[in-house]
């Protein structure tokens, strides 16, 4: 079971501003900055990139309105990752059995939890908060079987995802950036047959 760590001094000067509801410009700082472990346990839970989408939707609005009390003593993920795993919790099949033998530290011996145990897990590890489902502890002994900081780091490093473009908050006026056309570069020998013809046709009109 992991404890969370206090808040830093940019987080505890961002959660007072969610606190003061200081427009919408906190809350988007707070999203993007959570979006990459956001997208990667709601993607790890659930079965398709547009559930997931649809999940993180919701769980917007939910987040929006939780965000204002939340507390100054604990830290922001762990306040942010218990807030997701009550949202999308009871959405999420009952039951299944822990797998007997030991899992690969991998996205896919993660998938092979069952759904509400891999959310919980998922949330455990990526944002520092551990729900209290004693088979999310099992779920340790599967995948973490060294039980130590190197083995966690493996698992955490492998159930990150790079979130999509629809996952993100975009300031009003500020579309997502585009890739910027390429500028045609001719070939320095095109360049130095052009500028041959250049001084060649000059040459001849001021002759």
């Known amino acids: 079971m992991t404890t969370a760590p206090p808040l830093h001094l940019a987080e505890f000067r961002l959660v007072r ?4 509801q200081e427009g919408e410009g ?3 700082q707070l999203w993007n900055a959570q979006a990459g472990h956001l997208w990667s346990a709601v993607r790890g839970a659930v079965r398709s990139d547009a559930e997931a989408l649809g999940w993180l939707a919701s769980f ?37 059995e822990l797998p007997a033998a030991r899992l690969p530290p991998t ?31 099992a779920a340790y002994r599967l995948l973490e079987p060294a039980a130590d900081t190197n083995a966690r780091l493996v698992v955490y490093t492998a159930c990150l995802r790079s979130p999509p473009v ?3 908050i975009f300031p009003p006026g ?7 056309p390429r500028r045609y570069r001719p070939s320095p020998l095109i360049a ?5 013809l250049l001084v060649a046709a000059i ?5």
């Open 166 to 168: 629809e996952a993100l």
């Open 17 to 20: 501003a969610l606190r003061a």
């Open 203 to 207: 040459a001849w009109y001021l002759a």
């Open 192 to 196: 130095a047959l052009g500028t041959a």
């Open 107 to 137: 996205q896919e011996g993660v998938a092979e939890l069952p759904p509400r145990v891999r959310l919980g897990y998922l949330v455990d590890i990526l944002f520092d908060w551990t729900p209290p489902d004693p088979a999310v502890r």
């Open 60 to 96: 917007r609005i939910d987040l929006a309105e939780k965000a204002a009390s939340f507390n100054l003593e604990e830290a922001l993920g762990a306040q942010v990752g218990r807030a997701l795993y009550h949202h999308l919790r009871d959405g999420l099949p009952a039951g299944g």
């Open 26 to 28: 906190p809350f988007t």
């Open 174 to 180: 500020l579309p997502p950036s585009m890739p910027a």
